[in-house]
């Protein structure tokens, strides 16, 4: 075996070539990983409540939006993104970027259709109710529906957001300098030890995910405590 390699570069795997080169490793995975879950749940949380609009000409354009994005793979979505960008735009995106805006726009799709069943997996009756009190629908929404409903929501915005985590692998195809790219390229350059090199990412894969789920349940278990003390 051949576990000296993994010392060797340890470094590398955890923060590419910086501060020499460009940042990347361990370090460009958490920042994809960490901006794309920022920005899928917004996008998604409006997608989510545009989709379960009664007005047709809000709800229309998020479900089209919604099923063309769940309809197509992941890669297809990074390629759109890192090809059409300098038909698009005039210029073309760096290729962390690129990726970046793949992975919000892809996850947001399916953050929307969670956001739309927990919304109507709650009884009508809370609307109704909360009108009665002379809220309005975006107040009834905002202060009655979604807090009751992002709750239930959490295990499976935590099952997106790791699932998210791991896609950070395809941005590799493009060439961002992720934790995969980085363990490639170690790969390459030693030849010596595939088994130990890809053993180490899985297990830093490993790592990122099971913090993401054990934060979940940490908020899980803080929601619970705030609630059982207001009741």
């Not at 080169?21 to 920042?31: K, S």
């Not at 970027?97 to 799709?109: G, N, R």
């Not at 395809?170 to 961002?176: K, M, W």
Request: hydrophobic content about 50%.
């Amino acid at each position: 075996m051949h576990w000296n390699v993994i010392y060797n570069n340890f470094d590398y795997f955890l923060i590419g070539g910086y501060p020499r080169g460009p940042l990347g490793g361990l370090a460009m995975t958490v920042l994809l990983a960490v901006g794309g879950i920022f920005g899928a749940f917004w996008l998604g949380l409006g997608c989510g409540l545009l989709r379960i609009s009664k007005k047709p000409l809000l709800r229309w354009p998020a479900l089209i939006y919604i099923e063309i994005i769940r309809g197509i793979p992941l890669l297809m979505v990074v390629f759109w993104f890192y090809f059409l960008a300098p038909v698009l735009f005039g210029h073309t995106l760096p290729e962390a970027q690129s990726a970046l805006i793949a992975l919000i726009v892809f996850t947001s799709a399916y953050i929307a259709e969670i956001v739309r069943a927990g919304v109507q997996a709650l009884p009508k009756g809370q609307m109704e109710a909360a009108r009665g009190t002379g809220l309005s629908h975006f107040q009834a929404m905002t202060h009655v529906i979604l807090p009751q409903a992002l709750f239930n929501m959490i295990p499976s915005f935590v099952n997106q957001f790791v699932s998210l985590t791991k896609d950070t692998s395809l941005a590799f195809i493009i060439g961002v300098n992720e934790l995969t790219k980085a363990a490639t390229q170690v790969n390459n350059r030693t030849l010596t030890a595939p088994t130990e090199i890809f053993i180490t990412i899985a297990l830093l894969y490993f790592v990122i995910c099971f913090c993401l789920t054990e934060l979940s349940r940490w908020l899980e278990k803080h929601i619970n405590r705030y609630q059982a003390r207001t009741r």
